[in-house]
T-cell receptor, first 115, second 120 residues
């Protein structure tokens, strides 16, 4: 029940196209849904995050769409650029003791944006 | 911009040896985490640490693992007797205390660049 399922495993998009990555979760106690971007040899870096009280959040070219009833959320990257080529992880968490949050990660999507 | 740092970047050890992975979290943060990522797989939670004690730990974090905040800046992960399957990238993360009525700052975890542990 703690799993977060992510798809696709890999994605190839032309420059200027839209990249869409999907995640689904089971645990209804999850109340925080971040997306992380990871470049080779680097740690994950927070890209954008959403809480379940809103259905969409947009920051620049990045948008999270959230469907609470379906227990799904997705990342949309508009006008994809070669510099966006990285591995993207969705994650979810719920508050535990002391306000520390255990992040449960999806399996990752390797995005390649062709020039 | 403040960042989480980790040392060493790469640690090679023999099976059965003890290793200590070191992290310096962002200075005003109060919540600390260790995650690991086996090559090609997803990032997995190991342990969270708050107020000088373990807040939560996963089933991966067995008796071979321990964490410590030996001083005001470092946060360490010790693996007492390494196994081949401990080979992975280990990430430290930290998050800030939340404001009263606004937990947003606590939600964001900042990750370090990782330590690649290779057990031979």
């Amino acid at each position: 029940q703690q799993q977060v399922k992510q798809s696709p495993q890999s994605l190839i998009v032309q420059k200027g196209g839209i990249s869409i990555i999907n995640c689904a979760y089971e645990n209804t106690a999850f109340d925080y849904f971040p997306w992380y971007q990871q470049f080779p040899g680097k740690g994950p870096a927070l890209l954008i995050a959403i809480r379940p009280d809103v259905s969409e959040k947009k920051e620049g070219r990045f948008t999270i769409s959230f469907n609470k009833s379906a227990k799904q959320f997705s990342l949309h990257i508009m006008d994809s650029q070669p510099g966006d080529s990285a591995t993207y992880f969705c994650a979810a968490s719920n508050r535990s003791s002391g306000s520390a949050r255990q992040l449960t990660f999806g399996s990752g999507t390797q995005l390649t944006v062709l020039p | 911009e403040p960042e989480v740092t980790q040392t060493p970047s790469h640690q090679v050890t023999q099976m059965g040896q003890e290793v200590i992975l070191r992290c310096v979290p962002i200075s005003n943060h109060l919540y600390f985490y260790w995650y690991r990522q086996i090559l090609g797989q997803k990032v997995e939670f190991l342990v969270s640490f708050y107020n000088n004690e373990i807040s939560e730990k996963s089933e991966i974090f067995d008796d071979q693992f321990s964490v410590e905040r030996p001083d005001g800046s470092n946060f360490t992960l010790k693996i007492r007797s390494t196994k081949l399957e401990d080979s992975a990238m280990y990430f430290c993360a930290s998050s800030a205390p939340g404001l009263a009525g606004g937990p947003t700052r606590t939600d964001t975890q900042y990750f370090g660049p990782g330590t690649r542990l290779t057990v031979l």
